[in-house]
């Protein structure tokens, strides 16, 4: 079955634009959680989604906000874009909470400049 | 809070030796610990989940241990090969955080012929 799908994979955007980022999970996995991913943090939880409510929230701004659609599609979009917010976003799906494992994209390089 | 530590950024081995890579944390043991490897620019790829009443894991060349007393586990790749050449991440869950991972730093190892 086709894996976890996120576009686009590269990006380039300007301080203060704001972006909208997609990922389309595995077939039939209703969780979809958001990672961002620096060389100086590492992978850093952004937030949940489970049947389009957001279950779990990690500590970052409001700029980053999400959404989850009815057939499990979800976006993540950062408003009023900081050179600290280029980073690797990588998005995940699994079939329900994180004891089973989670299938990652291939992710979304986001560059600010 | 939660500190999840991974023994050292990088490790280098001989092809054909077996690797070993520690994850150790801190406070409460979490109820499932994952481990997973990343190639560079891509997501990471689920390989092994332990449970916490779970003591050890094996699957082909991969073994993984779960000390809840130490705190600790233990990632070994035995008969590596340079194509074990990846980053690898330990991933916590306590079970109630409701799709998020907790993720070590990473440690790069490179196999060498």
């Known amino acids: 079955k086709a894996g ?17 980022l997609s990922c389309s999970p595995i077939s039939g996995h209703r969780s979809v959680s958001w990672y961002q991913q620096t060389p100086g943090q590492g992978l850093q939880f952004l937030f949940e989604y489970f049947s389009e409510t957001q279950r779990n929230k990690g500590n970052f701004p409001g700029r980053f906000s999400g959404r989850q659609f009815s057939n499990s599609r979800s976006e993540m979009n950062v408003s009023t874009l900081e ?15 994180g004891w089973t494992e989670a299938f990652f994209g291939q992710g979304t390089r986001l560059t600010v400049v | 809070s939660q500190k999840i530590e991974q023994n050292s950024e990088a490790l280098n081995i001989q092809e054909g ?15 499932y610990l994952q481990w997973y490897r990343q190639d560079p620019g891509r997501g990471p790829v689920f390989l092994l989940l332990i449970r916490e009443n779970e003591k ?37 869950d306590w079970g109630s955080t409701l799709g998020r991972l907790y993720f070590g730093r990473g440690t790069q190892l490179t196999v060498w012929p």
Not at chain 2, 17 to 31: F, H, I, Q, R
Not at chain 2, 59 to 87: C, G, M, N, W, Y
């Open chain 2, 17 to 31: 030796k077996t690797a070993t890579l520690t994850c150790n944390y801190t406070n409460y043991s979490p109820a």
């Open chain 2, 56 to 92: 050890e894991k094996r699957k082909e060349r991969l073994k993984v241990t779960f000390d809840t007393t130490l705190k600790q586990s233990l990632f070994h790749i035995t008969a590596s090969q340079p194509a074990d050449s990846a980053t690898y991440l330990c991933a916590l």
């Open chain 1, 83 to 97: 050179l600290g917010d280029s980073a690797l976003y990588l998005c995940a799906s699994s079939s329900d909470r």
């Open chain 1, 4 to 20: 976890v799908t996120q576009t686009p994979r590269y990006l380039i955007k300007t301080r203060g634009q704001q972006v909208t």
